[in-house]
């Protein structure tokens, strides 16, 4: 029973030693790399977060140039095409309206990267700067702030963006808000446990003792040396997002007919699974492998910028 | 002890260790070969990166993954470890070898009472059924001088001290009777007093156990009280091996000299000296120098040095040196009075009574859920301009709440604090810009202290321009000046922390501080954390730094021979007040208050001669929650006249000078009861 705990302690040494190896080199011959190029390397070392990067670039690229590159018109009908079968020329096969299903995934690609992205995006900004005050001001305050957002926390995701879109009624605009009223509370906790741990630091301790204001030192002494967990929570938000805005798509609320979106797309080929089961396969399977990409990205991103489980 | 003949138990030959790491394969371990007695112990010395824990841990096969021996021999009782296999192995890892780490609190489960965690060795390793395992860990508990054994098995690892711990992980390790103990730093996390004790226990037990130890530490002065015979590591090999008083007498390479020239010595004149440095820092195991690794930065190197790596060789008798001009190398008097100067005289006059910094009755107390905090509890202290004063204790004494409450991090709850006369506002919010530029701070922590994503120069230009009122010209110009004032190149100005080591942090962490152009800065234990050589090129700097500007220091530290280097005046603290302040030589000399007769004797000096007088303080520092009744000190204190000390509040006794002590007992009855009882006298140990 000694030993889990020495091999605990051993490793640390082993660590200690390489870092003391790296930290006594001469600093006139050493090569200097900087954070990002040790990440990239980093990364590099990583095929799973590798390869999910990769998918997660192709679908980005998707998102901005696909309706250049999607073989047919997305919208265009086709009476003798009506759920046909894949084939060369239609590598996804057709919907129930003799539309192309790969150029109606590769436009829709778009829609989620946009909608997903931008409620992420409004939830970051928003939710970094109550977790910035909220952590830094402390006392009864944070205690507040943190017990509401636990309020909204607690409610069941899917269910409160149900409540919110049925309320104010399903446009692109409130699917981004919606999505960022969502994302708010996590992406201001992860920020606040960051605060938290920076506030005490000497470093900041330095700041106050020389005088900076009280925004100087939230937004250049401890915003900044948050900045790897709050992008591995962004990328982990996104991915979640995609899943979101197409779980509403499902169910009526997304995006409307007749712009194409994937979650809508699956349902409506519901009707046809036992005929045509590909008009429902290839959108699912394409949600499926951009939420695992991008997981193993964000996770990725974890790895190679905060080693340790977050030990900054 | 002289080596017995006998076979030794465990003996390392030619011991090589890679580790596989983002750099490459480096070679941490290279070639080395030691040998342990029955009752020997072995002393790895080393700074951090030499390679000693590798070594010790490469020899049991027990390394990081990304660890591997690659050449060598190691045999315990003859049996060649290398070749076990692992299950073999593992049977004797905790049976034959037994293992003490640096952090009690981390080697031990917090989630199982000590007795149940001690009781699984015996059943594990010794095949004990419950009672007699029981009994087992009695017995062991005893035997490393426990107080109450049978409470202590029922305990869980954070109702004990850190020195309670420390000696359940011994009992522990003991407990099998192992051939081989291992101690990596076992006392480096503890408080002097405390690391005293556990010295003495360790002493002890080698004479009663039959293990070999192989003890791996960076403190010369620790080596001098346990190891029969020490090793002095540098990037991976050994430099010097030799009998303890031997090395320290009389060291044959170069390093060992510089090492030992590092620490600062008590030495009660009135001349403040610098220290000896080793120019340059210890070379990546990758990128190490053709001829003797130690070469580029030794003082005695010639042309010869730099063409062939020198071996580790027997020069005479058993003392074994890797210098091949080992017959140049000087006694270390002589080389300490040549590679080091005088730098000031010890101020202790007020210079026109100007006291800069006063404290008065100044207290901190905290609100916890259970009572209040004292954590600082009344304390006076005065710093007049350019003088230094010391402020030592142990952990829990308050000395950094008093630094804090002086720079306005923590506000003072009662008392007052006035620089130049003026009293201070609370915090530094409320506090003008004036002010806040005359009194800096230099942090503990060296990977804290600086903000990881602001490069060096950014560091130093902000309390240029936001306290100094330059312009960006200017503050890089006189940023410049400053990194060149404490010895970094320019070329540093555009670097990340991340980039640095800690000694170079610590450095540009001062700069900062003397940025603004302080009449004092706040030293709160800058030093602690980083080796030997760089502490002493520090403290260089820090008095070259205090001579050219006049600046004042706060030094705080718990280490009391750093404190008696730097500072003219020493004030001793204990649990939030202090017990004895005064002129630096009055109070290293008698008469003292009994807590620093205690902190005296508990120092590990490195110097096999001297003798110390064994004064041990029993229990530990009590809660600042919960301040003994009467004198403060009075349960821990080995002269406690009674009833006295438990009832009454102590007078201050005022000697010759300034010097104050805070006790019962009379200043003349202090001297004649403490004559015989210390040496630490310079003269005796030359």
Redesign the interface.
């Given at each position: 029973?000694?030993?889990p705990?020495?091999k605990?302690?051993?490793?640390d040494?082993?660590?200690?030693?390489?870092e003391?190896?790296?930290?006594?080199?001469?600093?006139a011959?050493?090569e200097?790399p900087?954070?990002w190029r040790l990440y990239w390397?980093r990364l590099l070392k990583r095929p799973a977060a590798l390869v999910g990067t990769v998918i997660f670039c192709f679908f980005l690229f998707l998102a901005v140039f696909g309706p250049w590159i999607a073989p047919y018109d997305y919208e265009k009908q086709s009476a003798e095409l009506r759920l046909a079968t894949p084939t060369l020329s239609h590598p996804f096969g057709a919907d129930q309206f003799g539309r192309d299903i790969l150029s109606r995934i590769i436009v829709g690609t778009r829609n989620i990267f946009l909608l997903g992205g931008f409620g992420t995006a409004i939830a970051v900004v928003i939710g970094t700067a109550i977790g910035l005050f909220s952590g830094y001001v402390g006392g009864s305050i944070d205690e507040v702030v943190m017990r509401l957002l636990d309020v909204l926390l607690s409610f069941p995701s899917l269910l409160l963006a149900l409540v919110l879109l049925s309320t104010v009624g399903p446009s692109n605009i409130n699917i981004v808000f919606v999505v960022a009223i969502l994302y708010i509370p996590m992406v201001a906790r992860v920020v606040r446990s960051m605060v938290l741990d920076l506030k005490n630091?000497?470093?900041v301790?330095?700041a106050?003792?020389?005088?900076?204001t009280r925004s100087y030192v939230l937004f250049r002494?401890i915003l900044?040396?948050s900045l790897p967990p709050l992008l591995v929570e962004a990328s982990m938000r996104f991915s979640y997002s995609i899943f979101l805005v197409a779980s509403l798509g499902f169910l009526g609320l997304g995006v409307q007919p007749p712009s194409p979106d994937w979650g809508l797309q699956i349902n409506q080929a519901r009707a046809f699974f036992a005929i045509a089961p590909w008009v429902l396969l290839f959108p699912a399977c394409t949600i499926a492998v951009l939420v695992i990409a991008t997981n193993l990205m964000s996770d990725g991103l974890r790895q190679v910028m905060l080693p340790g489980g977050g030990r900054? | 002890m002289a080596a017995p003949a006998s076979r030794p138990v465990f003996e390392i030959e030619g011991l090589c260790v890679d580790?596989t790491?983002?750099?490459g394969v480096?070679h941490?371990v290279r070639d080395v070969s030691l040998a342990v007695h029955e009752h020997e112990s072995f002393g790895l010395v080393g700074e951090?990166?030499s390679?000693k824990?590798?070594l010790a841990?490469g020899a049991i096969r027990?390394?990081?993954?990304?660890?591997r021996v690659t050449d060598g021999s190691v045999r315990l009782n003859g049996v060649e470890l290398l070749d076990l296999p692992d299950r073999a192995l593992?049977a004797l890892?905790?049976a034959k070898i037994g293992?003490v780490?640096q952090?009690p609190l981390?080697?031990?489960?917090p989630s199982i009472v000590i007795g149940k965690?001690l009781a699984?060795?015996a059943r594990?390793h010794l095949g004990m059924d419950a009672a007699a395992a029981r009994d087992r860990v009695h017995e062991m508990l005893t035997k490393v001088a426990m107080p109450d054994p049978e409470a202590v098995t029922k305990r869980y690892p954070h109702q004990l001290s850190g020195g309670m711990l420390q000696r359940c992980v011994i009992a522990?390790a003991l407990m099998t009777d192992p051939s081989l103990l291992i101690m990596?730093e076992p006392t480096t996390a503890l408080d002097v007093t405390t690391q005293a004790v556990v010295l003495d226990l360790v002493a002890e037990l080698k004479r009663e156990f039959d293990s070999a130890i192989l003890y791996i530490t960076h403190d010369l002065g620790v080596i001098t009280k346990i190891c029969d015979r020490v090793g002095v590591m540098y990037a991976g090999e050994f430099m010097e091996q030799a009998e303890l008083k031997e090395l320290f007498k009389r060291p044959l390479h170069p390093y060992t000299l510089d090492l030992l020239g590092c620490v600062p010595h008590f030495d009660p004149t009135p001349q403040k000296r610098s220290l000896v440095t080793i120019p340059?820092?210890?070379?990546?195991?990758d990128?190490l120098p053709p001829g003797c690794i130690f070469a580029p930065r030794c003082g005695f190197v010639e042309e010869a040095c730099t063409q062939a790596r020198p071996p580790l060789v027997a020069v005479q008798g058993a003392h074994l040196s890797a210098c091949r001009r080992w017959q140049a190398v000087p006694p270390p008097a002589e080389y300490l009075r040549a590679a080091t100067e005088a730098v000031r005289e010890v101020q202790t006059e007020c210079v026109a009574r100007e006291v800069l910094v006063a404290a008065d009755d100044t207290q901190v107390h905290f609100k916890a859920p259970k009572g209040t905090v004292r954590a600082v509890d009344g304390v006076d202290l005065e710093v007049c301009v350019g003088q230094t004063l010391g402020v030592v204790g142990e952990s829990g004494s308050g000395k950094t709440t008093v630094a804090r409450a002086i720079?306005?991090?923590t506000p003072r709850t009662s008392g007052d604090i006035r620089l130049r006369g003026d009293s201070l506002a609370l915090s530094?919010?409320k506090?003008p810009?004036s002010t806040?530029r005359e009194?800096?701070?230099v942090?503990?922590?060296p990977d804290?202290?600086?903000?990881?994503?602001?490069s060096v120069g950014d560091a130093i230009m902000?309390?240029l321009a936001?306290?100094g009122g330059l312009d960006r010209r200017q503050a890089k110009d006189k940023a410049l000046e400053l990194l060149a004032s404490v010895s970094l190149?320019a070329?540093?100005f555009d670097?990340?922390p991340?980039?640095l080591?800690?000694g170079e942090k610590q450095r540009v962490?001062i700069a900062?501080a003397f940025a603004?152009e302080p009449g004092i800065i706040l030293c709160d234990e800058p030093i602690s954390s980083l080796d030997v050589s760089v502490q002493g090129s520090l403290m260089n700097l820090l008095m070259k730094l205090q001579v050219e500007k006049q600046t004042s220091y706060l030094f705080i530290s718990h280490d009391l021979s750093a404190v008696q280097h730097l500072s003219d005046v020493i004030a001793v603290v204990y649990l939030g007040h202090v017990m004895e302040v005064g002129d630096a030589t009055t109070v290293l000399t008698p008469p003292f208050h009994p807590y620093t007769e205690a902190l005296l004797s508990a120092v590990p000096l490195a110097d096999p001669d001297v003798k110390q007088k064994p004064i041990r303080l029993s229990g530990s520092v009590p809660s600042a929650m919960n301040v003994p009744s009467g004198c403060r000190f009075h349960p821990r204190c080995p002269r406690c006249l009674g009833d006295v000390c438990r009832e009454q509040e102590p007078p201050w006794r005022v000697g010759e000078g300034d010097h104050r002590i805070y006790c019962h007992i009379p200043l003349d009855e202090l001297a004649r009861l403490q004559a015989e009882t210390l040496v630490l006298d310079a003269e005796e140990s030359a």
């Open positions: 029973m000694v030993e705990n020495v605990d302690e051993l490793f040494t082993a660590i200690m030693d390489e003391a190896v790296k930290g006594f080199s001469d600093p011959q050493q200097r900087r954070t390397r630091k000497e470093f301790e330095a106050r003792v020389r005088g900076e002494e900044p040396n900054n | 580790y790491t983002e750099l480096l941490a951090s990166g390679g824990s590798t841990m027990y390394l990081a993954q990304n660890g593992r890892w905790g293992v780490y952090s981390s080697a031990l489960n965690q699984e060795v594990q522990m990596d340059g820092s210890i070379p990546r195991v990128q720079i306005g991090l530094t919010a506090r810009r806040l009194i800096q701070m942090f503990q922590n804290a202290s600086l903000n990881p994503t602001r902000r309390p936001l306290l190149p070329s540093y670097r990340l991340h980039e080591s800690g962490a900062r603004a």
